[in-house]
């Protein structure tokens, strides 16, 4: 379960005398047909906000039950699984959150706080060492990561003293070839239409993170429901 803030919020913005009971921590699993929370207050601003509410706890909490399969998938290595900037418009910060609860990492939040030079970049600034150099120059104390495609780029990366790099679509094979190639000079991090099943197998490769932009933009929202009951 993900979203008990943002649940608390849209009926205490209604309503402030409406009483919210959980049942149930963040980050917890529930079972079917379990009461998540109580509620009491007027029947008004608890109909009304009910469906915007549910929307967020079941978008947030669908966002930390995907990112637990994955967090699952990886126990037992040392890699961690993070997520990307790929989130709904609008629930940026709500669905990092969730995936936290689900017990992933975040990667980088926006532009501000962290650098990737993608192939765009590189394509603009005319080679890997020019983007390089022209991130350093802009960057002040912020990570600075490069996206490489293959192990050439990978090398160009290395010698220009990048000190994480993502590796996009690697073959296994290539995996295990830049895991060699960097031992020691850099962390290196997965990327790329991984699926959930690959998990372990990337893993095994030595690589430092795995970046998985399906926990915030291929979620399947968890179905719950308000169930009123009046006092008379």
Not at 42 to 61: D, I, K, V
Not at 66 to 78: D, V
Not at 96 to 107: I, L, P, Q, S, T
Request: hydrophobic residues 45%; glycine residues 8%.
């Amino acid at each position: 379960m993900s979203g008990r803030e943002w649940f608390d919020a849209v009926f205490k913005r209604l309503d402030p005398t409406v009483e919210i009971r959980w049942h149930l921590d963040e980050g917890a699993s529930a079972q079917k047909d379990q009461v998540l929370c109580s509620l009491k207050g007027f029947a008004r601003p608890l109909l009304t906000g009910e469906r915007t509410a549910l929307n967020l706890l079941q978008t947030l909490s669908g966002t930390a039950t995907l990112s637990r399969q994955y967090a699952e998938a990886a126990r037992g290595t040392p890699v961690r699984i993070l997520d990307t900037r790929k989130t709904i418009p609008g629930l940026r910060l709500a669905q990092k959150y969730a995936v936290r609860c689900g017990g992933c990492d975040n990667h980088r939040m926006g532009l501000y706080d962290a650098i990737l030079i993608k192939e765009n970049h590189i394509e603009a600034a005319g080679s890997i060492a020019l983007a390089l150099a022209l991130a350093r120059q802009s960057a002040d104390s912020v990570m600075i990561e490069i996206e490489v495609e293959t192990l050439k780029e990978l090398e160009e990366a290395l010698i220009g003293g990048c000190e994480r790099i993502l590796l996009d679509e690697f073959s296994l094979e290539m995996m295990q070839t830049a895991v060699a190639m960097a031992k020691g000079k850099a962390l290196l991090e997965v990327s790329g239409n991984v699926r959930l099943e690959e998990i372990p197998t990337i893993a095994a490769t030595g690589v430092d993170y795995i970046s998985v932009g399906a926990l915030t933009k291929n979620i399947r929202a968890i179905d719950l429901s308000m169930r009123v009951a009046l006092e008379r």
